[in-house]
């Protein structure tokens, strides 16, 4: 008797464990990662720090008041009596600040704005899948390098394509915003320009583990100003370049963005509004087909010691597999258990 209950149970738990699977890939959604974060993906807070002091400087008090009250900006500003200097700090928290200095009207303006940033938002409303920032240094190799990278993502535009899109489907609607499709675009910025300084510490990520000082690299913001990951250029091979393309680009299974790798950007930009005026200003939409995934997909970048702060292109597209299958273990285990526990006390 026990042998037909024990041989009963198993089959129905393999048959429950092969339908959740095959629901964890079939019902996905399927807005791509990079719209699914546009869309719904609220941008980090940094957080500005005071000195006691400020305040008393009225010209400065008058340039933040705007900021204080449900400001553009993804910032949240405090004073506080132990600061001897303004400290601007990231909100995924570093070993050391985003900036710090003597803030007034000038250096506040340098904070919240530069020519890089600007024209991050221009491209994101323009309905760009990324935009890979490439700092570099100028010197031959850099330019050999900066070259290939863009040659492969442009040949990754030709050769990619967007989820199917089911116009019915409520679980995958569009918020407002530009139409959909599949671009690559670049942004070259020289990693010892001043004015960009800010910039680029922040796409170098808040743990700082790449330095623009001495390290020219590529990071690739999508969203409200999510960065993915930065790479030294040299880490940065074709079959990289496709992992993290085909990852931004594949339906989003994982929803929730925490969950997700990556860091934010401080942009000065009213998301909503620009999102509104960027869907009622956009051109006829284009038919989707479906996703072309390249063979050299599968060739991965090794890493001693991955970090989840700044993966490696490698390992972004296998996050959600991976959740929903530690899932169906941790459930076979349990069940095992309970089984076994039964058959000992028979």
Request: hydrophobic content about 40%; overall charge neutral.
């Amino acid at each position: 008797m026990f042998v037909e209950t024990w041989s009963m149970l198993r089959s129905c738990l393999l048959l429950y464990l092969t339908t959740a699977l095959l629901h964890a890939e079939t019902c996905a959604c399927t807005i791509p990662v990079f719209r699914y974060a546009l869309d719904r993906w609220e941008a980090d807070k940094f957080h500005l720090v005071l000195p006691a002091s400020a305040s008393g400087d009225r010209t400065l008090t008058d340039a933040l008041r705007p900021l204080r009250a449900n400001g553009k900006a993804n910032l949240d500003i405090t004073t506080s009596k132990e600061a001897a200097t303004a400290v601007l700090n990231s909100s995924r928290g570093s070993e050391r600040p985003v900036w710090s200095g003597t803030l007034d009207k000038a250096s506040l303006a340098a904070l919240l704005d530069s020519p890089g940033r600007t024209r991050i938002i221009e491209q994101i409303l323009a309905g760009d899948s990324a935009i890979w920032v490439i700092a570099a240094g100028g010197t031959p190799a850099d330019k050999v390098e900066v070259e290939r990278i863009e040659k492969r993502l442009k040949f990754l535009e030709q050769v990619a394509s967007l989820p199917i899109q089911d116009p019915n489907d409520p679980d995958s609607q569009l918020g407002p915003g530009p139409d959909l499709k599949l671009k690559f675009a670049t942004l070259r910025l020289n990693r010892n320009d001043p004015g960009e300084k800010l910039l680029l510490s922040m796409l170098a990520g808040p743990k700082g583990m790449i330095d623009p000082a001495t390290t020219s690299f590529a990071a690739a913001v999508f969203g409200k100003g999510r960065v993915l990951g930065a790479w030294p250029l040299n880490d940065l091979d074709d079959a990289s370049l496709e992992d993290a393309c085909m990852f931004l680009v594949g339906r989003c299974g994982c929803r929730i963005k925490n969950e997700n790798p990556g860091w934010d950007l401080l942009l000065n930009v009213d998301w909503i509004k620009a999102l509104k005026e960027a869907g009622q200003s956009k051109p006829a939409a284009q038919p989707n087909t479906p996703a072309v995934v390249p063979e050299t997909v599968i060739t991965k970048i090794q890493k001693t010691q991955p970090d989840e702060m700044n993966p490696s292109p490698a390992s972004v597209g296998s996050t959600q597999r991976k959740l929903w299958l530690a899932g169906a273990a941790s459930l076979l285990a349990v069940a095992a258990f309970i089984l076994l526990r039964g058959r000992a006390k028979h």
